[in-house]
């Protein structure tokens, strides 16, 4: 062994021991956690066997679900538009429609509060107008729209980097060769950025999945897997319940991530 | 409309602007308004009740505590990934291989997993030491394990993507002994990495709300942590006054991040790709 290879094994060394102390253990602490309840192993498939939990499972994965459609299909067609039209302002507008990518999802949470609360700017907007007012932010729907709030920059980023890879000659190739615009999109420009919607709509999904502070901020009572976790623990005290259901969280975010990626290249894992 | 795209379709065109628009009005109009209502007297009576400062100074009267301890935990975390990380990416990207690919995909794996659950395994683990889970260490170590993937990769990238290993042949020959070699070949040119993955840590770090809502203590608040308990208690103005304050924090940050991230894949994607170099957006990864 060089003396470079020791100072290697050296330096890996600090890093091997805080994951190991702080990372490695504490999950295999969770693990037997999980299954040192009074309901033994059986807690493990809590959130299978539990039907209140299997109902809450069910909706966070309908919600993760609809706000990844909601994205992809309104990120797709913002970004087309952002990367194939040249206006002043635009490198502004594009740095502004990134700038959320870092909220916290509590400053999320408040945005929504703002924009759809009981004195939000569309409830008055509405109300104005005489359609009644828009209150949703304390429901699914609020949950619904903080979630696309704080997914739609990160797919936003990954997607105009796709479209600016495009080769813009396959699809006037098509276009010349008679395809119409909807074939056009649906033959040449889609698939061209599918690993880019794949990839991305993974990491919407996955973080829909395992958010917490916007559902905090909003309500308490939406049951959403990352809520019923919380309740499970600090206010039943309930460890084994919530550590099975975190195991249950981590494993579905991971799953996906790690699937997308195996699925995709290593390459499109650059958003992640 | 540029050259490239095709003949513009009129309908298309349109609807795809009302898109963007909305779009832009669904993420930005919120903001403003909270950044609005943070100097507005009375929000519900709206501007004509007048302009005012009142409302960020009880921001920082009531939680300058928390803004302190934020930056000082950030910093904190900073440095605590700076040693743990710059001379691991160094060790991991010297012998690239399936060890190296193992760690890399263990040491990042706390960003695939929700803090919640993370949070919750580390107080299981360690909740019995009292001292420990008492002191501002305990959310540093949360914090530490969370970034700790942004700082790695950063620098993993710029080490692979520079040849790190012919430049430090060259400074063995000439008699350098590893370690210098470390701090006056590798340090040098990872400089890139180190900063970009410096300014994601600290940005991470102040905003991190998942992790941290379980692990603090009442002594032990940052500034997410006091916005979520400003959100739940306080008069809107005061609410909107300190998400501002965030904001000021945070909004140069992001576009530090966004100037780095406009370059980087550039110099970086010319080069041979390997696993290591997996590229800037790593922030994609945040979980609000």
């Known amino acids: 062994m060089t003396s470079a290879d020791r100072l290697a094994r050296l330096f890996l060394l600090p890093l091997f021991l805080f994951v190991a102390a702080f990372f490695v253990l504490p999950l295999v602490r969770l693990v037997a956690v999980a299954g040192g309840g009074p309901n033994g192993a059986m807690e493990y498939l809590a959130i299978l066997t539990n039907p209140r939990h299997l109902q809450t499972l069910i909706s966070t994965l309908l919600l993760s679900a609809a706000v990844t459609f909601a994205t992809l299909a309104i990120g797709t067609v913002v970004a087309l538009f952002l990367a194939r039209n040249s206006f002043p302002g635009r490198a502004l507008l594009v740095s502004l429609l990134t700038l959320p990518l870092a909220f916290p999802g509590v400053v999320v949470g408040f945005m929504i509060i703002l924009l759809a609360g009981r004195q939000g700017l569309l409830g008055n907007a509405t109300q104005a107008l005489g359609l009644g007012k828009w209150v949703f932010a304390y429901s699914m729907g609020g949950l619904f729209a903080g979630y696309v709030y704080f997914s739609l920059p990160r797919v936003l980023v990954t997607l105009m980097a796709a479209v600016d890879k495009l080769d813009p000659n396959l699809e006037e190739a098509a276009r010349s060769l008679g395809a119409s615009r909807l074939h056009v999109m649906r033959d040449v420009t889609l698939p061209g950025i599918a690993p880019a919607l794949i990839a991305s709509g993974a990491i919407a999904f996955a973080t829909a999945v395992g958010a917490f502070g916007t559902a905090f901020t909003l309500a308490t009572r939406i049951d959403v897997l990352a809520m019923t976790i919380y309740t499970e623990f600090t206010l039943n005290a309930n460890f084994a319940t919530a550590s099975a259901l975190s195991l249950a969280l981590g494993l579905i975010t991971w799953g996906v991530l790690a699937l997308t990626r195996s699925l995709s290249g290593s390459g499109v894992a650059a958003a992640g | ?267 970086t994607r010319a080069q041979t790709p390997t696993k290591a170099n997996r590229g800037p957006p790593l922030i994609a990864g945040e979980q609000p």
């Open chain 2, 1 to 267: 409309m540029s050259p490239r795209s095709m003949s513009p379709h009129r309908l298309t065109f349109a609807l795809q602007l009302l898109v963007t628009l909305v779009v832009a009005a669904f993420l930005l109009v919120p903001a403003g308004a909270s950044i609005l209502a943070g100097f507005t007297a009375n929000y519900f009576r709206g501007l004509s009740s007048g302009l005012t400062l009142d409302w960020v100074k009880e921001v920082l009267k009531l939680y300058s505590d928390t803004i302190g301890f934020s930056i000082a935990l950030a910093l904190g975390t900073l440095a605590v990934t700076l040693v743990l990380g710059v001379p691991a990416a160094w060790a991991l990207v010297r012998r690239p291989g399936r060890m190296a690919r193992l760690v890399e995909e263990v040491v990042t794996l706390p960003v695939a997993i929700p803090g919640l659950a993370l949070a919750l395994a580390l107080i299981i683990a360690y909740g019995g030491f009292r001292e420990f889970r008492m002191s501002p260490l305990f959310i540093l170590v949360g914090h530490v394990l969370y970034t700790l993937p942004f700082m790695l990769r950063s620098v993993m990238a710029v080490l692979a993507a520079v040849d790190v290993r012919t430049l430090e042949e060259g400074a063995a020959s000439l008699g350098a002994s590893p370690l210098q070699r470390f701090f006056h070949v590798v340090v040098p040119n990872a400089k890139g990495g180190i900063l970009a993955g410096a300014l994601m840590v600290v940005t991470l770090s102040i905003g991190e709300f998942n992790l941290t809502w379980m692990l603090h203590t009442p002594l032990t608040k940052t500034l997410p942590v006091g916005l979520a308990d400003s959100y739940a208690s306080m008069r809107l103005e005061i609410a909107s006054a300190y998400t501002l304050v965030f904001f000021v924090m945070i909004v140069p940050l992001l576009v530090a991040i966004q100037m780095f991230g406009l370059e980087r894949p550039l110099k």
